[in-house]
Nanobody, 115 residues
């Protein structure tokens, strides 16, 4: 059974940093691309960052230069380092994997950027 468990969210002031983690199980982690997706209050889903199997990464324009996605295949974990946070980064952040044609999601972790 595929499971994704996010952690690391919280309340942070503008300009601050957080690191999110997503622990994965139930599939061969190193052979799948992993994504972070967020949903701000009252808005739709936004693809934030993708970590591909070959090591390449992609980011939404809104977070380029501020967020960094990385993965540790030995720990079956993907991370999202978030720096220079802005109030508009406030959202629930989800870890996502497309496994055999199905999208799997974690329960999400809340990130609130506010003074």
């Amino acid at each position: 059974e595929v499971q994704l468990v996010e952690s690391g969210g919280g309340l942070v002031q503008p300009g601050g940093s957080l690191r999110l983690s997503c622990a994965a199980s139930g599939f061969t982690f190193r052979t799948y691309a992993m994504s972070w997706v967020r949903q701000a209050p009252g808005k739709g889903l936004e693809l934030v960052a993708v970590s591909s199997v070959g090591g390449s990464t992609n980011y939404a324009d809104s977070v380029k230069g501020r967020f960094t996605i990385s993965r540790d295949n030995a720990k079956n974990t993907v991370y999202l380092q978030m720096d220079s946070l802005k109030p508009e980064d406030t959202a629930v952040y989800y870890c996502n994997v497309d496994f055999r044609g199905f999208n799997y999601w974690g329960r999400g972790t809340q990130v609130t950027v506010s003074s």
